[in-house]
């Protein structure tokens, strides 16, 4: 919000440099946000924070400078009135139906004005706001808007049919054409003020084109009411409105400075408009406004800063700020205080309706200012929980799987109804789906990491990368119920160049880092092939927990290869449910044995139909005694292997803790389960 | 007494046809010629001996033996010449061009986010705090009502909140997290909450999508002065001891009194420059003491408890450490920019 500094030196002597008043502002609570030195005068634009209404005005601004460097603030003449009437004056009556939505309202009358420019002077203070001039009555209205903080409007009076104003909700079906010139479709959570017959304007928002004030305007009805803010919201927004009034009454303005904004405007307008103030003021306020009250001590004060503050300067600077202390009895350093009326929105009440403390302390230290409080650490106390297991997991997934050489990326939870369908993904139910996306593309809350890595994938791929290898870490949506703590990794395309000994990533590559980092969790897993959406058939597997068993329905994650007809490289994408695989607990390490094994090769020839997993259970089942381990080393189809069949090295270990095996006992063994293998899986058997 | 003559002329003869043995072959031929148990010219002038009269048989044999031992001295001495002109050999084939690259194993990354919440995450670790989550999807109540925003407050409108078809939303900031905790631990508390966070915004400076970690402490006695100095601590530690911090009273509606922190500017140490508008301050917190309404609706006696939050934006945390000049460049996972992130 923008301010003049020579205006606001109309009310309050400022400090020499505009440097110190901008550190005072700013140390405050009030930023100064910029400046610009036009002719003699500064504009300063300041970042008024929304429970501060009562500083969107040069008056009020002038107030917090008066605080800060011990100035008296000076109020501008007002005229007196002759009578303040509660309803009626010699020109109508105003009447408030609904006392929550408009708790005052004050009309004054000015008669046989002569609308016309405004003088310069009065022009200038307008444009150094930002506002243009209209003509002399509505440029006062705005120059005490931004003078007191208090929103007017000017009515022609004579227009207002049946010498009558009425607070109360607009009528369904009702409408306005509204300053602007637009016509307005009323709805009753809008408050409007009515003449006699209809609605003449948006309260606390923005008057009627058939009311304003106007060049053969003769008399003259300034109205400075308080409209409750929510309403004014309300209202604005069943607009889609937003204007300098609104903004202040949403906000919370104070309702006791109604009479004098509207005075300061009537004085105004007898003195650049010619007229005579009708000294009967009508003020309707049908309730009384409760003070806004608490207490505070010093003690709880240097407590809860952390730093001793003087009584004297507490008792200083509350008063320059509007706020009345009453010392309670018996205790020198402990007050009531009540709260200034233009800040009555801004401190909450407890339960019992009485001002925390803590509002209290806050202004007693943005004067001080936050530099003199010390810094400190806050004692330690109580069992520290350490750091939680998500977090943990997490962090340990994630630096194995860059020590697996993968890049970490963070996409966007959101995607496409398209995306969004593509893959089975982890959550169950159907998508989330925003209200108010940005569009199309960011519509529907993710299901599945895959559909946004797939995008990453091709990003890399058509700005000419060999390959990818990319994780993420996200949470999955489901319908209902909690969030699913997911990690995706898709990779792909050749690592490496020749001399590098570069390799084709492929499935195996992606299965591998999901078994590294289940065994790293302390969990085993087991691959099932399976039909799933957005994977190619015959590539795409379940991924179940081994200790679950074969006849567990609930896979924790998958894996394939991708669908994606525009990537010049087979891609490879997997998903699984961090919270599964748990936290491995250390493992217990094994000497190795005293006396070598021996080792000794077998190749298979089998058929392609016959799984690797149904090999190794055949070689469990027939364990012999001395066999250690054993372990799939090569595959091999092409020349010398028939149609339909694939070669399989396998590497089997075979030795005994106490002693070294002889290679006659070895021969032995090997030779019955080489035998029995051949025998089982020789082709055409 | 001298050699006989013809062993002379052996020697002679030997004597020639090493040096002319210049490879291991040729040497070897010598050494079969001369020293061969079976045809060698030493074992045949020995099988001669027996012919001999007795009386020759002594000097006969002595030359034989004299002959045979310097034959064996060269012949070693001719081994390990060429011993040592193999060896020199074998090492010329061995050399490399030492300038050729290197085979980096491929090393991968985290992502700058994560690795900027891993180091926050680290020091308040130090100061006692632990890690909290939450659910990204919110309600309203733990996004806004129980932090103080009156339903139709002007500060929600700040906020750019996504709305859900379910009437839920997308949190906007991480202090729901702060809410979730108060309600279900007891004080003392002290927990630091990192996530992802929502708001409609996108432009060349926002995401709609971004990253906040959120701090809470809440205990007896805790003062202003606590969340200054812990403030002070955890930027000193994330930049350096030489940047300067500034509070200033703000309004947050879940806190009470609120303050904004800057930093000297990381850019240009404070003198200045067109990253901080020449102000030579950045923004880069909100904080504040807990609201005592906020402690309250989460059945925390604030007549007994105070505390003090604060959240910062870890992207860009993450943009200042790592000089990456755009948001959009954090999430269109592009490799080449996040390979180039060392942890």
């Known amino acids: 919000m923008r301010f003049s500094r020579s205006w606001l030196a109309e009310y309050v002597t400022l400090p020499e440099s505009f440097e110190a008043l901008a550190n005072g502002l700013t140390g405050a609570g009030l930023a100064v946000e910029g400046s610009d030195h036009v002719g003699d005068d500064v504009l300063f634009e300041v970042d008024v924070t929304s429970n501060r209404a009562d500083c969107m005005s040069h008056l009020g601004i002038a107030r917090e400078v008066g605080a800060l460097f011990g100035q008296t603030v000076e109020q501008p003449d007002l005229p007196t009135p002759g009578v303040i009437r509660i309803d009626a004056n010699s020109w109508g009556s105003i009447e408030i139906e609904d006392p929550v939505g408009c708790p005052r309202y004050v009309g004054v009358v000015v008669r046989g004005i002569r609308v016309g420019t405004s003088p310069d002077w009065l022009k200038a203070r307008l444009e150094a706001v930002g506002v243009r001039s209209i003509n002399n009555v509505v440029d006062v209205t705005n120059f005490v808007l931004w003078e007191y903080g208090q929103p007017l409007h000017g009515f022609d009076a004579d227009k207002l049919r049946g010498q009558k104003i009425v607070v109360r909700s607009a009528r369904n079906g009702e409408a306005l054409i509204t300053l602007d010139g637009e016509t307005r479709l009323l709805v009753p959570e809008i408050l409007v003020i009515a003449d006699g017959q209809e609605a003449v304007a948006l309260a606390g928002i923005m008057g009627g084109r058939d009311s304003e004030v106007s060049e053969g305007t003769v008399n003259v009805l300034i109205e400075s009411a308080h409209f409750q803010p929510t309403r004014v919201r309300n209202g604005a927004k069943a607009l889609a409105m937003h204007t300098d009034a609104s903004h202040r009454f949403e906000r919370g303005s104070d309702p006791e400075a109604c009479l004098e904004a509207a005075l300061r405007a009537a004085g105004l307008i007898v003195d650049l408009c010619g007229g005579k103030l009708d000294p009967q003021v009508i003020d309707v306020r049908p309730d009384v406004t409760e003070p806004v009250e608490g207490e505070f001590s010093l003690e709880g004060l240097n407590a809860f800063a952390g730093v001793e503050t003087d009584e004297s300067f507490v008792v200083e600077h509350l008063g320059r700020l509007g706020f009345t202390l009453q010392r309670l009895f018996g205790d020198e350093t402990a007050w009531n205080v009540q709260v200034p009326s233009w800040r009555r929105f801004d401190f909450e009440a407890d339960p019992k309706g009485r001002v925390y403390p803590a509002y209290f302390y806050e202004e007693v230290l943005r004067m001080r200012g936050l530099d003199a409080i010390p810094s400190t650490l806050p004692a330690i106390e109580g069992p520290d929980p350490g750091l939680s297991l998500s977090h943990l997991r997490r962090e340990e997934l994630r630096n194995l799987l860059a020590a697996c050489g993968l890049a970490e990326t963070i996409t966007y939870s959101f995607g496409s109804a398209g995306a969004d369908s593509r893959f089975n993904g982890l959550a169950v139910g159907p998508p989330l789906e925003l209200a108010n996306a940005l569009s199309e593309q960011y519509a529907f809350m993710q299901r599945s990491l895959l559909p946004n890595l797939v995008e990453g994938a091709l990003y890399n791929l058509r700005r000419g990368a060999q390959s990818v290898q990319l994780f993420e870490f996200g949470h999955v949506f489901p319908a209902s119920g909690s969030e699913v703590d997911s990690l995706g990794v898709i990779l792909g395309g050749r690592l490496g160049s020749p001399w590098q000994r570069g390799l084709e990533l492929d499935f195996f590559d992606l299965k591998g880092v999901l078994e590294m980092m289940a065994r790293e969790s302390g969990a085993e897993l087991r691959f099932e092939p399976a039909a799933l959406a957005g994977l190619i058939p015959g590539t795409a597997a379940e991924i179940h927990l081994a200790r679950r068993g074969a006849a567990d329905p609930v896979p924790i994650g998958y894996l394939g290869r991708v669908d994606e007809p525009e990537s010049a490289v087979p891609l490879y994408a997997g998903e699984i449910r961090i919270e599964e695989l748990g936290r491995g607990a250390p493992d217990e390490v094994t000497a190795p044995p005293r006396h070598p094994g021996v080792a000794v090769d077998l190749t298979l020839t089998h058929s392609l139909d016959t799984a690797w997993a149904t090999l190794a259970v055949a070689i469990r089942e027939l364990r012999p005694e001395s066999l250690t381990d054993f372990e799939m080393t090569d595959r091999y189809c092409g020349e010398g292997v028939p149609a339909g069949a694939v070669n399989t090295t396998i590497s089997f270990r075979y030795g005994a803790h106490d002693r070294s095996l002889t290679q006659d006992e070895v021969n032995e063994q090997h030779g019955r389960l080489a035998e029995a293998l051949e025998r089982r899986f020789k082709l055409g058997g | ?343």
């Not at chain 2, 040096?19 to 074992?43: P, T």
């Not at chain 2, 705090?129 to 339903?151: I, W």
């Not at chain 2, 906020?159 to 108060?182: A, K, N, Y």
């Not at chain 2, 929502?198 to 202003?224: C, W």
């Open chain 2, 1 to 343: 007494m001298p050699d006989p003559p013809d062993l002379a002329q052996q020697r002679e003869e030997f004597e020639r046809e090493a040096s002319a043995a210049s490879d291991r072959a040729a040497w070897e031929a010598l050494r079969l010629k001369w020293l061969g148990r079976k045809r060698g010219i030493v074992r045949g002038l020995l099988s001669q001996l027996g012919g001999l009269p007795p009386d020759e048989r002594k000097d006969f044999g002595q030359a034989v033996n004299r002959l045979k031992n310097s034959v064996e001295a060269r012949l070693e001495e001719l081994d390990a010449s060429l011993s040592a002109r193999e060896r020199t050999a074998s090492t010329q084939s061995a050399a490399l061009d030492v300038t050729l690259p290197g085979r980096p194993p491929r090393v991968g990354t985290a992502h700058p986010v994560s690795l900027v919440v891993r180091e926050i995450v680290e020091i308040f670790a130090g100061l006692g705090f632990s890690v909290a989550e939450g659910p990204e999807v919110e309600d309203d109540f733990h996004n806004f009502e129980a932090l103080n925003f009156p339903p139709d407050h002007p500060a929600r409108e700040e906020q750019d909140t996504f709305f859900l078809r379910d009437g839920r939303l997308l949190r906007t900031h991480t202090s729901p997290v702060q809410i979730r905790t108060m309600v279900d631990r007891d004080p003392p508390i002290r927990v630091i909450c990192p996530g992802r966070v929502y708001r409609k915004d996108n432009d060349l400076r926002h995401s709609p999508m971004f990253h906040q970690i959120e701090g809470l402490a809440v205990g007896k006695g805790i003062t202003f002065g606590d969340l200054k100095g812990t403030l002070e601590a955890f930027v000193h530690r994330l930049f350096s001891e030489e940047t300067g911090v500034r509070l200033r009273p703000s309004y947050f509606p879940f806190t009470e009194p609120s303050a904004e922190v800057d930093i000297t500017c990381p850019f240009c140490s404070g003198s200045g420059c067109r990253v901080c508008s020449d102000t030579g301050w950045m923004e880069i917190l909100g904080s504040g003491m807990v609201n005592p309404r906020v402690l309250e609706r989460c059945g925390i006696d604030p007549s007994v408890y105070t505390g003090f939050a604060f959240g910062l934006g870890i992207d860009r945390v993450a943009m200042i450490r790592f000089g990456i000049p755009n948001i959009r460049l954090l999430f269109d996972s592009d490799e080449r920019v996040l390979r180039q992130v060392r942890g």
